[in-house]
């Protein structure tokens, strides 16, 4: 068991690093301003599903491979970049009309869901950071480790929760007024897909 001290210090920790701007947060934020609160708060929940993939794969060994392996490293993330290219023509190509809050929305519930699961999945860097990270708070004269990876993992994603919650009911709200305006609904558009693009850009690129 983790002492209440160790997991308020790490779930502070935890705050401060999902709040700080990245590839995930930054896709809830567009799909939330496209699509409405409902839709970041899907993309949330299918990101979190992820994080516990990638707190299993710590927690058993998986993710070393990842580390070791520039084989498999250079495999996922390219699948998670042409993921987001995708993404990024799809938003390029949407009509004004096709974006509006709820209405005519080309994404169903379970798609907006299974996003953001492969959003996270296809990072390898998560499974990398996961592994550098949690360890950190783990101690072996605690008892299994694998156990406290688990706990350290489950925090982890209820801060994510959190911080990811506040910034899609935030960023729907935002794109609620502006979808009013056709032409904002477009520059929204617009800008997603820039912004998917570059992520893209940046997973493609990333380094051990």
């Not at 997603?192 to 940046?202: E, I, N």
Request: with cysteine.
């Amino acid at each position: 068991m983790i002492p209440l001290a160790t997991a308020l210090a790490f779930f502070a920790t935890s705050v401060v690093l999902a709040m700080t701007p990245g590839p995930d947060n930054i896709f809830v934020l567009t799909q939330s301003a496209l699509r409405g609160r409902l839709a970041g708060i899907l993309v949330t929940l299918g990101l979190c599903t992820g994080l516990i993939v990638h707190t299993l794969a710590v927690s058993l060994g998986v993710a070393a491979i990842f580390q070791a392996s520039a084989l498999a490293f250079t495999a996922l993330k390219l699948v998670g970049a042409a993921y987001l290219l995708y993404l990024a023509w799809q938003a390029f190509r949407a009509s004004s009309s096709g974006i509006a809050m709820g209405k005519g929305s080309s994404a169903s519930p379970g798609q907006l869901y299974r996003r953001g699961i492969i959003m996270n999945i296809t990072n390898p860097k998560v499974s990398i950071f996961f592994l550098a990270f949690l360890p950190q708070f783990a101690d072996p004269a605690r008892g299994p480790l694998t156990g406290q990876m688990v706990q350290l993992g489950g925090l982890f994603i209820v801060s994510t929760l959190l911080v990811f919650g506040a910034i899609a009911l935030l960023a729907g709200l935002i794109g609620q007024r502006l979808s009013q305006s056709q032409q904002a609904e477009r520059v929204m558009n617009r800008v997603a897909g820039t912004v998917f693009a570059a992520l893209a850009l940046k997973l493609a690129t990333t380094q051990r």
